[in-house]
């Protein structure tokens, strides 16, 4: 885990006593007000060790690099929390949290079926939204075996609410892991979502970046009852298998506990649309937006007709039943 050294007061750079773009890992270096790495560190990205991160981009400093680095690590300090939460499950509104680190996940996720399917949800605020009037959502991640949170308005409800979160555990910046580690443990993948031809250009791109990896069986998310049996089925035969499943909330999770729960030797992880990403149909937001915490507004820029609901209205709406939460607590509020 990356702890960031507490910054250079902004009255020694001012005076030239500390830069203002600096070093926030290496203790043998005067610390800079910001550092190049602070921004995922704030925001829960800092995944692996950042310190290599660090000083290549402090050796390739310029100008408009350092303006970059300030900007987006003033703004993600709003969803910085002081102290990452020790409590190995909260609850943000209606849904469950698993308050893992990305190590942490990545074991809960792979470790062996014990006689049962196990079931885990990335939860982004739409679908907790969804959860609020949709009770069998609820049961469904009430059920799980694991749940993380996905997103900086996760993050920034959980410090809100007093439970502030080690990771940031969000789908596109975790299933790249979890392709190695399926690839490392020789545990196949199973992808089921899409429209037509998507998930078969996401296995097509995932098994040629990660060598090793195994995905023998894809569907598209358009089945009737007797193509899913059959795909139930074909799961059987595969032994142990972890399957993604990318339907969107709340389909995904329904779909999931009703059609794979029975099975022992089953893993199964819901994830929205990241089949969309990771097949090229779709691009991800260039990572100053990233690092900002603002994908959800390259997405609205990318399908505003589709996203408008979830994101202009959603978000406000989202964020208001987290404060209204967080004032029937009524507690102090970490700085």
Known sequence: MNRLRGPAALRDVVRGRAPLVGPRLDPGAPAGFVSPIEARCNLGLDYQDLSGEEKLALAHRS???????????????????????????????????????VEEALEL???????????????????????CRDAALRDCL??????????????LAAKLLRTPLKNNLNGTDMLPL?????????????????????????????????????????RHGFMTEDETRALVDSMKDLGRVLVLVGMGSPLQERWSHANLASLPSVTALTVGGLFDFFSGRMPRAPQLVRDLGLEWAFRLRQEPRRMAKRYILGNPLFL????????????????
Do not use: W, Y
Request: aromatic share 4%.
């Open 320 to 335: 208001a039943r987290v404060m209204r939460q967080r004032l029937r607590d009524s507690g102090p509020l970490h700085a």
């Open 142 to 155: 009430a059920r799980a075996d694991g749940v993380f949170a996905d997103g900086i308005g996760m993050r």
């Open 63 to 101: 100008v408009t690099r350092d303006a970059a680095v300030v900007l987006k690590a003033l703004v993600s300090r709003v969803a910085a929390s002081p102290e990452r939460g020790s409590v190995r499950r909260t609850k943000v509104l209606v849904s469950p949290v698993d308050n893992l680190d």
């Open 178 to 218: 979890v392709c190695d580690l399926a690839a490392s443990k020789r545990v196949p993948l199973s992808l089921v979502g899409g429209a037509p031809g998507v998930a078969e250009a996401c296995a097509a791109r995932l098994e040629a970046n990660h060598p090793g990896l195994e995905v023998p069986l894809v």
């Open 109 to 131: 996720l792979f470790a062996e079926p014990q006689g049962r399917a196990r079931l885990f949800h990335f939860v982004h605020p739409h679908a907790v939204n969804v959860a």
